[in-house]
């Protein structure tokens, strides 16, 4: 049995469209090297993001036709794909997480640490997530949420073998998106995928995304990393490596409960 393999799929998105970022996604995922088991992509993947009165036209349900989209061609490419929008919740909007499983069940985590001009228009989350995937149990992060190390160290006691983090980092501090990357997989001695959106800001003040995906080994070197390019990064993640670490560091184990 081959390893589990995952691609980030780095991108450029339109920001408050929806039809533009959904075409994107099925068409990535229809392209995807048929050694992918999950496909990450990048922070509000389907809908961008502007912090005005654009993004209520832009904000999708769950249970939209949006979604379901995405989810016929993960389906079709038989890859879970994790893909993040702008949830209108009715009384609520949230900068949401989906993961979508090739049989149809979905998963979902709202953002708990907003960024600055996102708490003028999102409300945060207020729960963890972690879901079984090829890769093992697996928490959610989003981008800012990489600062926080409680945060961290709740996916370690939730006995998570992964970390998947959808950004949109700013280029003028890709550094910091590298460190901490980094840093989230060797505090908790796991793989961790990072897949940054690229590309330029289309709506609101100019900017510039970092790109940068990377997938990082558990003793926190990375193990492979791309650019601002426009391509999937794809990766096979080596339990034994994973077990090798552990065994090695002991920090897991030892871990006060």
Do not use: I
């Not at 989810?71 to 609520?92: I, N, T």
């Not at 709506?203 to 997938?215: C, E, H, I, N, T």
Request: with cysteine; charged share 25%.
């Amino acid at each position: 049995m081959s390893d589990p393999t995952v691609a980030a799929c780095q991108c450029a998105l339109a920001d408050c469209d929806p039809a533009a970022n959904v075409a994107t996604v099925r068409a990535r995922l229809a392209g995807l090297d048929e050694r992918a088991d999950v496909a990450v992509f990048p922070e509000y993947a389907l809908t961008g993001f502007v912090a005005d009165d654009r993004l209520a036209d832009a904000a999708l349900a769950r249970d939209g036709p949006e979604l379901a989209a995405v989810a016929d061609a993960a389906a079709s490419a038989d890859v879970a794909a994790l893909v993040g929008f702008v949830e209108d919740a009715g009384d609520a909007r949230y900068n949401t997480l989906a993961y979508l499983a090739p049989d149809g069940e979905r998963t979902h985590y709202r953002k708990r640490h907003l960024w600055a001009d996102e708490r003028a228009v999102l409300d945060a989350g207020d729960e963890r997530t972690v879901v079984e995937t090829p890769v093992g149990r697996t928490g959610l992060l989003t981008c800012y949420d990489l600062n926080f190390v409680h945060e961290s160290a709740a996916l370690v006691d939730a006995d998570t073998d992964a970390l998947f983090v959808p950004g949109a980092w700013p280029a003028p501090h890709a550094a910091n998106w590298d460190l901490l990357l980094r840093a989230r997989a060797l505090d908790g001695v796991r793989w961790v995928v990072g897949c940054g959106r690229t590309g330029e800001r289309t709506l609101g003040d100019p900017g510039v995304y970092a790109g940068r995906s990377a997938v990082v080994r558990p003793d926190g070197a990375v193990r492979a990393r791309l650019g601002w390019d426009e391509r999937d990064l794809v990766a096979p993640l080596d339990p034994a490596v994973l077990a090798d670490q552990r065994a090695l560091v002991g920090s897991v184990a030892q871990r006060e409960r």
